[in-house]
C-alpha cells in the first residue's frame, strides 16, 4: 500500500503542466525566420525554416522558464503583410469550409445508399444512381460506417 501511494505521488510531480505561448515569427530579408515570444520578448532565436525555428524556441523557452521542453506549447503567429494575413485567412476558412461540405455531402450520400438498398436496389445499381463505385456504397452501407439505428 505504501508503494502504490510512493508511485502515485511520484506519477503526480512527474506530471507538468503544458503552457502555450504565442511564437511571433517574421521573415527576415536574409531568408531567415526569427521568432519570439510574445508573452516573454527577451526570449528570441532563429531558424532557416518555421519548424526550426519553433524547435530553437522551445529549447530557448524550456532553458528560460528552467521547465521541460514538453510542458511547452507554441502557437505560431507569423507576421505578414495585411493582404497576405487576409488572403492565408481566406484560404483557411475555404479549406474549413470545403472539410465540413465534404462530411455533409458523405452523410446524404450515406442516407442515399441506404434509402436505395433499403427499396431492393442493388449495391451495384445504387453506385451509378449516386454516381460512386458500388466498392463505395458498400462502406457506406457497413455496420462500422453507418449510424446505429434504434429498432422499433
Given amino acids: ?37 510574445e508573452e516573454e520578448p527577451r526570449i528570441h532565436t532563429w531558424g532557416k525554416t518555421i519548424d526550426q525555428a519553433l524547435t530553437r524556441m522551445r529549447e530557448a523557452a524550456a532553458l528560460w522558464f528552467q521547465t521541460e521542453e514538453a510542458s511547452i506549447e507554441l502557437t505560431a503567429r507569423p507576421v505578414l503583410p495585411k493582404s497576405t494575413g487576409r488572403t492565408v485567412e481566406q484560404a483557411r476558412k475555404a479549406r474549413d469550409q470545403a ?14 445508399a441506404i434509402a436505395l438498398t ?6 451495384r445499381d445504387a453506385a451509378t444512381i449516386l454516381g460512386i463505385s458500388h466498392q463505395r456504397v458498400h462502406q457506406l452501407l457497413t455496420p462500422e460506417t453507418t449510424p446505429s439505428r434504434k429498432a422499433g
Avoid: F
Fill in 1 to 37: 500500500m505504501a508503494d502504490q501511494m510512493r508511485n502515485d505521488t511520484d506519477t503526480n510531480m512527474k506530471e507538468e503542466t503544458v503552457t502555450t505561448y504565442t511564437a511571433r515569427l517574421e521573415h527576415e530579408s536574409d531568408g531567415r525566420w526569427s521568432v519570439e515570444l
Fill in 99 to 112: 472539410r465540413t461540405a465534404d462530411r455533409l455531402a458523405i452523410e446524404q450520400t450515406r442516407k442515399a
Fill in 118 to 123: 433499403t427499396r431492393g436496389i442493388s449495391m
